[in-house]
């Protein structure tokens, strides 16, 4: 028996220099991302960034980078498909080689995920497949782990389910809560995001089942 899919995602090839940042909060991945792109041997450059909402500081790096914006609220809409088939559109006109989710806290649906599918890179806060959804850092405290960290992926339509690009650890200190250590996890995600987003658009990114390959 085959397996149809409905849309075959399009892989990130060599050169994939255009970079749409996705975001919903404070932005410190985004200006990581940022003090990569003026190095034109990073190979990538962000082209525009689009939120959930407004009035969060992500935005404000943006515009003082002098970057172009547009934020796309679910509020605005009847329902989360009209939502979707929006900030398809809005990051379409960008014309993205690779979608980048900094921090962004709201899930894809079919539209997004089949025009973008296999080119959207995602930063989560925990060691997946631990902790996935939108708290992670929340919920690796509370189950007492003593070591966390951040994952780079590759979006699916699961929740936090697509393929790992690479991971990082993190040590859980006694005393912390969950700024402290959120804190800490963004120190070094900052970096792997940088890294390896900078590798896909140098060397291309594909996927292969459970597996994302880079070069
Ligand atoms: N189809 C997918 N979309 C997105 C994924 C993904 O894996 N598949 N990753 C996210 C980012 N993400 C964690 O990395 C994530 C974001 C938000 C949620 C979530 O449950 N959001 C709720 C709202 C929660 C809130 O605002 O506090 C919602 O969307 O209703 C889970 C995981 C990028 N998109
Ligand atoms: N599930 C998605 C999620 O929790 N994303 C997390 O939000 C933070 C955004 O920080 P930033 O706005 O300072 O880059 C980051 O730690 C990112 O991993």
Redesign the pocket.
Known sequence: MTHETPHRPTPATRDSGRLVVLVSGTGSNLAALLAAHDDPAYGARVVAVVADRSGIRALDIAREAGIPTAVVSLKDFDDRASWDAAVTETVGVFSPDLVV?AG?????GATF?GRFGGRIV?T?PALLPSFP??HGVRDALAHGVKVTGCTVMV????????PILAQAAVAVEPGDDEATLHERIKAVEQGLLVEWVGRIAREGLRVEGRHAIVG
């Open positions: 989710c962004f806290m709201k899930l894809f995920l995602n989560h959804g939108a979006v699916d339509d699961g929740v936090d389910t697509g």
